[in-house]
């Protein structure tokens, strides 16, 4: 029972980024824009900003390595 525990809890940690993209994709196509790559550019995000922080040791730093390779993703 304590592995079903685990697995729900699993699933729920690894979805609730994909729920918060599809969220922001609702919002776009409700206001007309399609974006397919919302997923693949919170990935890279995230791989920049856990690099940083890996690199640096600071979460400050590591949050604008996110926030800028975010913002040249989008663009």
């Known amino acids: 029972m304590e592995t079903y525990a685990l697995l729900i809890a699993a699933t729920l940690n690894a979805g609730t ?5 599809a969220l922001g994709l ?3 196509e409700k206001a007309g824009v399609v ?3 919302a997923e693949g550019m ?4 995230a791989i920049a900003g856990f690099a940083a922080v890996v690199h640096t040791g600071s979460d400050l730093v590591g949050f604008l390595a996110l926030c800028w390779a ?3 993703v989008s663009w």
């Open 42 to 45: 919170m990935l890279c995000a």
């Open 70 to 72: 975010l913002f040249l």
């Open 26 to 28: 609702l919002i776009n």
């Open 35 to 37: 974006n397919l790559g």
């Open 17 to 21: 980024v994909l729920a918060i993209a």
